[in-house]
């Protein structure tokens, strides 16, 4: 018997967005090794659960590290709307994260004002174009933390 796509978070729907599509069909399929985004930028898998749709769904991301967690940018390119997947996160804190071999459920949240300063520069300094986006928009883009629950 199989698993209806979305119903379940280890079978989620995985981003539409053809490239990004495959660099998840790739990231699952290789455990991380590949696809390599840029050298030196990191990605990984975060699965979330649709606030309207029930459905789990799943995006590759570029992260950082900071003291056992992992750390991402809701910054959808500098446009002026968050992402989907932020919106679902802030709804449902439980979120499923693939980062190379290691799966794991976390809990997310929004970075607080006194905590954003010294993640955003740790994101910026993996991936500088975030600063760029962070012009071309008027919100303000958040940092997301992702605490691993466990393994």
């Given at each position: 018997?199989?698993?209806?796509?979305?119903?379940?978070?280890?079978?989620?729907?995985?981003?539409?967005?053809?490239?990004?599509?495959?660099?998840?069909?790739?990231?699952?399929?290789?455990?991380?090794?590949?696809?390599?985004?840029?050298?030196?930028?990191?990605?990984?898998?975060?699965?979330?659960?649709?606030?309207?749709?029930?459905?789990?769904?799943?995006?590759?991301?570029?992260?950082?590290?900071?003291?056992?967690?992992?750390?991402?940018?809701?910054?959808?390119?500098?446009?002026?709307?968050?992402?989907?997947?932020?919106?679902?996160?802030?709804?449902?804190?439980?979120?499923?994260?693939?980062?190379?071999?290691?799966?794991?459920?976390?809990?997310?949240?929004?970075?607080?004002?006194?905590?954003?300063?010294?993640?955003?520069?740790?994101?910026?300094?993996?991936?500088?174009?975030?600063?760029d986006y962070q012009t071309k928009t008027d919100r303000e883009i958040p940092v997301v933390i992702l605490d691993p629950l466990d393994d």
């Amino acid at each position: 018997m199989s698993i209806e796509p979305g119903t379940d978070p280890l079978n989620p729907i995985d981003n539409d967005t053809a490239w990004v599509a495959t660099q998840i069909a790739e990231y699952v399929a290789t455990d991380g090794a590949s696809p390599q985004f840029r050298p030196g930028v990191p990605l990984l898998l975060l699965t979330v659960k649709g606030r309207q749709s029930g459905a789990w769904r799943r995006t590759a991301l570029i992260y950082g590290e900071d003291e056992g967690r992992f750390v991402v940018v809701a910054s959808r390119g500098g446009a002026p709307r968050h992402p989907v997947w932020y919106l679902n996160l802030r709804e449902n804190s439980e979120v499923y994260v693939q980062v190379g071999a290691r799966r794991f459920r976390a809990t997310a949240r929004t970075a607080s004002q006194e905590e954003k300063p010294d993640l955003w520069a740790k994101l910026v300094a993996i991936y500088p174009e975030y600063a760029d986006y962070q012009t071309k928009t008027d919100r303000e883009i958040p940092v997301v933390i992702l605490d691993p629950l466990d393994d």
